[in-house]
């Protein structure tokens, strides 16, 4: 049984019916089951157990408060990109000391918060980063831990938007130019080299770019020992992905023990960033259909959720299950376009979908735990909508949604001429 299963005729979230959730809170919002998620990090820190490992969930994915709480309860040590996400995991409970800091333009304020509270590791992704690394940590008289994010340059075979480890993407440093920058870094006083770093990208289906990436940085490990720099941890990011459609991409523990297969023998604490493999399936997005709109072309369902809600659909055409969260069969079923109320072509959460839908009715947007709410915006003044967490027969609501008043409220009007 998974979190998201039909009971008597309608869809449920742990012991939770949707449309009781949906009459509390509203729609549209987000629904996460604990269990789905602890069972998720679970399947990730099992696989690892009996080597030296950090689980650090990529907090870009969902940055929740109550998520991040739960996965630091776990355990967990976490992914930042930025100031804001390094906030969110102090104020989560999460431990400073199994922070890793990734992205490609940390601002030296960002760096001087990250040294003060005593991160894990900075994940340098230039040359440039590393200097003001040094700069930053000698005014604080302290070293920075860190491992050079490396772009081992292998086809990831995902969408393009979200491929990050070919030379021609901006992340990473060129894996033949990352032995220079480790001697470099070697002579800064005030650097600390611990790792190797890459991330290859998302929603990967196939093992294979993991592991070959992971070839390319043990044959970096080595020539760098050769030269006397040790490299203590290797992190090979996040990445994995879930299936949306049809998609079946190894499970955690299947990728794991080709990883460990790999490495055996070796003496290195692994890393790994996952985002979406921890969180896309335990969320679901619940919106109401609000008018029925039957054309000669194409039948449209206007709901009340939309691209600024939920954009993955009209970035990347990615495609999401939508189901009735009560399936009916006093109306035939037929192909609707789901769409939102935001004036833009692009605003579709789902085509042709085979469905039995009257005014009213409830839809439940799967997998949408991952890179869901965490990118909705305002825009048609759109306020954000809430997110719920179900822990067995209890609801919790974790975020509530905005109001148009605190939308308009930071804004101000020009002087009067
Ligand atoms: C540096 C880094 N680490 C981890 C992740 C998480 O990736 P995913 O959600 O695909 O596991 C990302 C996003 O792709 C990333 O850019
Ligand atoms: N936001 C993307 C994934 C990007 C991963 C971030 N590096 C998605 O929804 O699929």
């Not at 739960?70 to 999460?94: H, K, P």
């Not at 003496?267 to 979406?276: A, C, H, N, Q, S």
Request: charged residues 25%; glycine residues 8%; contains cysteine.
């Amino acid at each position: 049984m998974t979190a998201f299963d039909y009971r008597h005729g309608e869809l449920y979230a742990e012991g939770v019916a949707l449309s009781a959730i949906a009459a509390e809170y509203d729609t549209p919002c987000f629904v996460y089951s604990r269990s789905a998620i602890e069972q998720a990090y679970q399947a990730w820190d099992s696989a690892l157990q009996g080597v030296p490992h950090l689980v650090c969930f990529a907090v870009k994915a969902n940055s929740n408060l109550a998520v991040l709480n739960l996965l630091a309860r776990q355990g967990a040590g976490f992914d930042i990109v930025s100031g804001g996400e390094l906030e969110r995991v102090l104020a989560a409970g999460g431990e400073p000391s199994r922070i890793v800091f990734s992205g490609l333009g940390k601002t030296a304020a960002e760096m001087r918060r990250a040294l003060e509270v005593g991160i894990h590791c900075f994940n340098v992704e230039s040359a440039a980063e590393l200097e003001r690394l040094q700069q930053v940590a000698a005014e604080l008289e302290i070293k920075a831990p860190i491992s050079l994010r490396v772009n081992p340059d292998v086809d990831a075979k995902t969408h393009p938007y979200i491929s990050t480890g070919l030379k021609e993407n901006k992340f990473g440093i060129d894996i033949a130019r990352a032995p220079d920058v480790y001697r470099r870094a070697a002579e800064l006083s005030h650097i600390d080299i611990c790792g190797v770093d890459c991330h290859i990208g998302s929603q990967l289906t196939d093992d294979t770019p993991f592991i070959d990436a992971l070839q390319r940085l043990l044959q970096l490990i080595d020539g760098l020992a050769e030269e006397g720099i040790q490299i203590r941890h290797l992190d090979l990011g996040g990445g994995l992905g879930v299936t949306y459609r049809d998609e079946t991409p190894p499970s955690p523990g299947a990728y794991l023990a080709k990883v460990r297969e790999a490495l055996a023998g070796r003496d290195l604490t692994l890393l790994f960033e996952p985002g979406r493999s921890i969180v896309a399936n335990a969320g679901v997005m619940l919106t109401r259909v609000n008018l029925l709109k039957p054309t000669e072309h194409k039948n449209f369902a206007i709901i009340d959720g939309a691209m600024n809600d939920l954009i993955r659909p009209a970035l990347y055409s990615a495609w999401m299950g939508i189901d009735a969260v009560k399936p009916r069969s006093d109306v035939a079923a037929q192909a609707w376009d789901i769409v939102g109320p935001v004036c833009e072509t692009g605003d579709f959460l789902g085509k042709d979908r085979e469905l039995a839908l009257s005014e009213g009715d409830l839809l439940a947007v799967r997998s949408a735990g991952a890179y869901g709410f965490v990118m909705s915006s305002n825009y048609n003044t759109r306020p954000r909508a809430a997110e719920v967490l179900v822990d067995g027969e209890q609801t919790h609501l974790v975020r509530r949604r905005e109001t148009v008043a605190e939308l308009l409220a930071g804004e101000r009007l020009l002087p009067e001429d």
